[in-house]
C-alpha cells in the first residue's frame, strides 16, 4: 500500500499511516509519551515536567494574508506546548531550502520567525540547514521543535461529565482564508490567517480555574479536535451552534468553496474543557486576552461517545472528524 | 542572491547563508544558545542542564550499505546530544513523506529507528506526519530533534594548548561508501557507512577523563570540524598522518572518485581534545567499546591559527575546510 494525501491530512484516514509510524516499542522516556498520540510528550527531569514536542510546515503559499511559513513555524510549536499546559522556553528550526530560493526571502521568514518569539517570550537556541538540488523540493520546509516547562501538564484527554467547552475565538480564519487566497478571492483585510502564540492567553486560562483537556485545532479544525478530545476522554459532548463563533466573511468564503469552516485549520486558538464551577472565570481570563476577545463557551461534555451540535434552526447534527482535509499544505 | 548548493555543504561558503539563519534576536534560553553555533544548545532548568538539537536528515538514496535514513536520523541526534557531552533521553519525529511512497519501506525506517534507540537507550517520544503531493518531495525528508543531559556540558571551543587530539575510529567511511554505492562501485562489505548511536562509547571516556572539546564530524567530514573546533578555540593543531585511521577500502575508493576521505561525512565518530594528562586513560576508555577499536591519538593543540598535518613521507600540509561537500544529500 502507498502512502495517499488523504493518509497526511489529520483526519480519519491519518489513524491507518500513524499505526505504522507510531510503532515504535522506545517511545516513552517516563511520562507521557508517543503511545499518547497528544500534542506533545511530558519527561519528567528531576522533578520538573519537561514537555517535548514537534512540528514541520509544508504551507503554501510561503508568504500568506496574515502571516507566512515562518510564524506559522514559531507559532505551531509554541502552541503546542501551550495546549499541554506548558510555557514555552526554548525551539530548533530545522530549514531545507531548495537551491534558487532568495535569501531575502529567507531574511524575512527569519524577521518574521523572530517577531512570533518575542510575542510568546521564547528563543530559536540552535537549528540546522539543508539545501537540496533544484527540482527535489518546492521552496522551503522549517521544522521547529520545543520544549516547554509544566507545572501542572495538560492532556486532550481529560474531559469530565459537566465541563463546559471553551473555544478562545472565531474558527476557520487560517484554512478559509489560505485556502480564499490561492483560489484568487480579494475579501481584503476581512479574510485572514489567525497564527498567533496563544501561551499568554493560555497562561491566564491556567491561572483563572482548572482546565480539564485542551488541544489546538490545527489540521482538521475544530471538527478533528474536538471529536479526538471527546474520543479519548470517553464521552459526548452536546455543542450549541449559536454559541460557535465564526466571522461571517469566513462564513460566506467557505459557502462559495463549498468547505466546512469547521473543519480546516486554526493556527491561533484553543479548545478545552473546563470544570462547570471555573467556567467564568476561566472565560473572563482568555477574553481579557487580545487573541481571545471572541471566546465564548460553546457547549458541555455528557455521557456517550458522540460530539452533537444543536443548531440554530433547533435541530441537531452529529460533528464528524473529516475523514481528510479539504485544504492540503495547509500548515 | 539565491540560495546555491554549496551554501548547504558545512562547509566555508555556508558560513554566508549562517548569517541569514541566525539573525535571531531571540536567539538564547539562558544557557549556550543559536549564536554558539555549536552541535546542540544548553538550557538551564531548575539546575539540570537540558541540552536541545536538531537535524534533518535528506540522504540519498534512503537504504544504503550499512543503514538508511531512519538510523541516520536518530544517530545523527543523539550524536550531537553525545558530543555535547549529553545523554540522551528523548527524541522527536517529523516526517514529511510524498505521496505514493510504499507504507512497506516506511514500515522498515521505524523498526530501523527504533534498533538505533535500543542501541542508545533513547526513545521517540512524540512526532509529526506531513504528506505533500506527489512531484514535491523525493520520497521522504525525516527531522529529528532531541534533548539530553549533560553534568558537564562540552562544547566544541574548549582546546586548549597541549590537548591530545583524538578520534575514536576510521574518518571517511559514509561519506564515501555513500557515494560508491551512488556510482555503483562494488566493493562487497568493504564499504559501509558507520552510523551509529556514539553515546555509550563518548560516555565511557567522560568517565576516563577530562575532554576539553568534542564534536561529531559529518557535513564535511574531519576536515570541516577540526578546523572548526581549532578556530573556535583559537589555537593550531598539528596532526600526524600515520596515526590518522582510515581504512585501505575507503582510502582506494576515495582515490578513484578524486574525494578525500577527510571531507566527507562520518556518522559514528568523534573527534575530541584531551588534557595531555588524561589522553592514554581516555583513548583506552573509548577502545574498550566496540565502536572504538580503532582510536587514535592524531595530534596535539599547539599555538596558532591553522590546521597542520605532517605527512608520512616527511612534508608538512595545511587542512583546509571544504568550500563544500563533494556529496551532496550525504546526510
Known amino acids: 500500500m502507498n502512502v495517499n494525501l ?37 519527561i519528567p527531569v528531576n522533578g520538573t515536567n519537561i514537555v517535548l514536542t514537534t512540528d514541520s510546515h509544508v504551507v503554501r503559499p510561503i508568504f500568506f494574508p496574515g502571516g507566512d511559513i515562518g510564524r506559522i513555524s514559531v507559532c505551531g ?52 540547514t539543508k539545501v537540496v538540488e533544484r527540482g527535489s523540493l518546492d521552496g522551503i520546509i522549517i521544522n521547529t521543535a520545543g520544549i516547554g516547562i509544566a507545572d501542572r501538564p495538560v492532556r486532550d484527554s481529560g474531559l469530565r461529565e459537566g465541563d463546559q467547552i471553551i473555544v ?23 479574510l485572514r490567517s489567525d497564527v498567533a ?11 483563572a480555574g482548572e482546565i480539564h483537556a485542551m488541544k489546538d485545532p490545527t489540521r482538521g479544525g475544530f471538527a478533528a479536535a474536538i471529536n479526538e478530545m471527546a474520543r479519548k476522554s470517553g464521552v ?56 481571545g476577545r471572541d471566546a465564548s463557551i460553546i457547549g458541555e461534555v455528557v455521557t456517550g461517545s458522540d460530539v452533537i451540535m444543536r443548531t440554530s434552526i433547533g435541530g441537531e447534527r452529529f460533528i464528524e472528524p473529516p475523514l481528510g482535509d479539504p485544504v492540503p499544505r495547509v500548515c
Open 168 to 190: 478562545s475565538g472565531t474558527l476557520g480564519d487560517h484554512g478559509i482564508s489560505i485556502l480564499a487566497y490561492r483560489e484568487g478571492f480579494d475579501l481584503g483585510d476581512q
Open 236 to 291: 459526548s459532548i452536546l455543542l450549541d451552534e449559536e454559541q460557535v463563533p465564526i466571522r461571517q466573511s469566513v462564513r460566506s468564503a467557505g459557502e462559495l468553496m463549498g468547505i466546512d469552516p469547521l473543519q480546516v485549520a486554526n493556527e491561533g486558538k484553543v479548545v478545552m474543557g473546563v470544570p462547570a464551577a471555573d467556567a467564568e472565570a476561566v472565560l473572563a481570563a482568555i477574553r481579557s486576552h487580545p487573541l
Open 77 to 128: 510549536t509554541i502552541n503546542d506546548l501551550a495546549v499541554m499546559g506548558a510555557r514555552p522556553i526554548a525551539l530548533t528550526s530545522a530549514m531545507i531550502i531548495e537551491e534558487g530560493f532568495e535569501i531575502s526571502g529567507l531574511a524575512r521568514i527569519v524577521a518574521s520567525m523572530d517577531q512570533a518569539l518575542e510575542e510568546a517570550g521564547a528563543a530559536i537556541v540552535t537549528g540546522d
Open 197 to 207: 502564540p496563544v501561551w499568554g492567553m493560555v497562561d491566564l486560562a491556567l491561572r
Open 6 to 42: 488523504m493518509h497526511g491530512a489529520g483526519g480519519e484516514v491519518m489513524g491507518e499511516l500513524l499505526k505504522t509510524l507510531t510503532a515504535f516499542k522506545n517511545n516513552n522516556a517516563g511520562g507521557l509519551g508517543l503511545e499518547s498520540l497528544d500534542d506533545g510528550a511530558v
